[in-house]
């Protein structure tokens, strides 16, 4: 359904071209729950944002966005709004707290959304709205208040609500539950796979947390300065994981079985996005790396039924398991 | 459920009533509207008529008495009548002229700000043009070009030039709110510009368009004053700039009643605006409140 074929943005900027997103490719089927996972700045955003095309005007997009057999990137402005935009894709955004505009109703935002792209009237609207509250949790009654009247929680809500309105085939969550505490964070996302489940579309959702992706979605994309590391089923990531990104962030959870586990972090700093390395994106920080690593891009290789490693060394990812375990391989490089 | 609802008015009325000034500001110019509308029925004398007493003599610059409130013009005209009825003119040049360059301010303002690029700057290089120009030669010259001097012409002359203040700060507001994440968002569901622009950006600058209406309306009333007492005016309409040309042009100087009236009428009024003006601009940044 959503196929992703050789993706780049680049900001430019007075410090030179920003490589947010490095030649990604990745495809979504209908119903498919896919997460994606990543530090800080490793162009989770910069991707969604390739998406629903939102990116700022200093930003080239490279590469082929397939959405239902249509390039989403070579679409004409005016006809990406209307067939597209919330009608087939769909944000909850980061920042629930600010998503809404202040000087609206709830009431007045999702019978908007709803209207524009739908010949409806005015009451049918606001009766679908007060549906959709209800189905999100949300008494109605509380439709006809403004942003500041709702907590955080109940924004968030909202957001999803309106996110579901019109019924869209992708719904990205970019950070769902970001500054919520966890109990609403559990239904909040509790709320996102039933409706996702309910409706049969697909979800996209950004997080770096791996514990939350791996609670709900199905698939998962480990990117590292804007690449794909790894990506398959969520279990094969977990229980057999090949590149050693993926084995140095296992390594940075906390197991709730083990007692004074040490927690051991990856040293070093991702790459500068302006002056890329060479070869594998990773090879300063990998306790594993070859002088092969850093000769030229490598590429993805497909270890098993979709799931796809860029490494090298898929072959040694036994060994690998191993001693990325023990504290020492890791400060080895320090 | 009760649903709230408070209508544009009752919100307006509300800011008001928490600003002791600003009420004040308010009741004085609604009372001056009042009077300036009820002026041909209030007004004791016609403004245009020379006085004549028991001898037939003029009632030549008569101080103030029983018989005229605020004395007589060089004519024997009663200031208070002239003073009541050049309110008019007065006021409606101002609140024309003040919405208009409000209205025609905050559209440029709007529109450079959310579009950005080419645009921006071909209205912002126009904006810095007409920044360019000095107030008052540029409206005498459009006075003297459009000749006879109408108040039509006058007050076209002062719009063209006080759009620019609105226009600029109202830009300086847009750049800021059009990348919040409500905004953002609304161009993600597929809202149009003209929607984003007039419907999500619009209301959350509105405050200071408010602001900026009440200065235009002070700068205009301000400009159209002082274009009178240059000369530069309808010599056959009265306004409080003209009764003070005609004082000067007379040199009638000592005749304190004659041109302290329309003279202290200017200022309340001005004041008055400001006082509402500066509640607005509180409301729009609350961290100008000091008191509380």
Known sequence: MLEIRNLKVKYLTHLGEIKAVNNFSFKLEQGDKIGIAGESGCGKSSLIKAIVRILPSNTIVDGEIYFKDKNLIAMEDEEFRKSVRWKEISIIPQSAMNALNPVYRVCDQIVEAIRTHSEITRNEALEKTERLLEYVGINPTRMYDYPHQLSGGMKQRVMIAMAIALNPSLLIADEPTTALDVIVQHRILRRIIEIQEELENSLIMISHDISLIAQTCNKIIIMYAGKIMECGDIDAIFYQPYHPYTLGLQNAFPNINILEQNIVSIPGLPPSLIDLPKGCLFADRCPFSQPVCRKEEVNQFEVEEGHFVSCLFTDKAEEFRGLAKREDTWKMRL | ?292
């Open chain 2, 1 to 292: 459920m009760k649903i709230m609802k408070i209508s544009f008015v009752a919100q307006q009325l509300r800011i008001l009533k928490e600003n002791r000034l600003a009420s004040a500001g308010a009741f004085i110019i609604l009372l001056m509207i009042l009077l300036s509308i009820l002026s041909p029925w209030v007004a004791p004398y016609d403004p245009w008529k020379t006085n004549f007493d028991k001898n037939g003599k003029v009632e030549m610059l008569k101080p103030p008495n029983n018989q005229f409130l605020l004395g007589t013009t060089l004519y024997g005209r009663d200031v208070l009548s002239q003073m009541l009825i050049g309110s008019r003119v007065t006021l409606l040049i101002g609140f024309f002229a003040g919405f208009c360059s409000a209205f025609i301010g905050a559209n440029i303002g709007l529109i450079s700000g959310y579009y950005g690029k080419i645009t921006d700057n071909i209205l912002m290089r126009i904006t810095d043009i007409v920044y360019g120009m000095p107030f008052e030669p540029f409206i005498i010259v459009m006075v003297i070009i459009l000749s006879p001097p109408k108040i039509s012409t006058i007050g076209l002359a002062i719009i063209l030039i006080t759009w620019r203040t609105t226009a600029r700060v109202v830009r300086s507001e847009v750049l800021s709110i059009r990348e919040r994440p409500y905004i953002i968002l609304a161009k993600i569901r597929g809202a149009d510009n003209f929607r984003i622009i007039y419907r999500h950006i619009a209301p959350n600058i509105l405050p200071l368009i408010l602001v900026y209406f009440c200065a235009s309306v002070a700068w205009s009333v301000i400009a159209y004053a002082s274009i009178s007492f240059l000369g530069f005016g309808d010599p056959n309409i009265l306004s409080w700039g003209s009764m003070l040309y005609e004082v000067f042009a007379n040199g009638s100087i000592r005749a304190w009643w004659w041109f302290i009236p329309p003279g202290i009428c200017l200022s309340i009024f001005i004041v008055s605006l400001y006082m509402v003006a500066r509640c607005y601009e509180e409301f729009s940044n609350p961290r100008l409140r000091t008191h509380r």
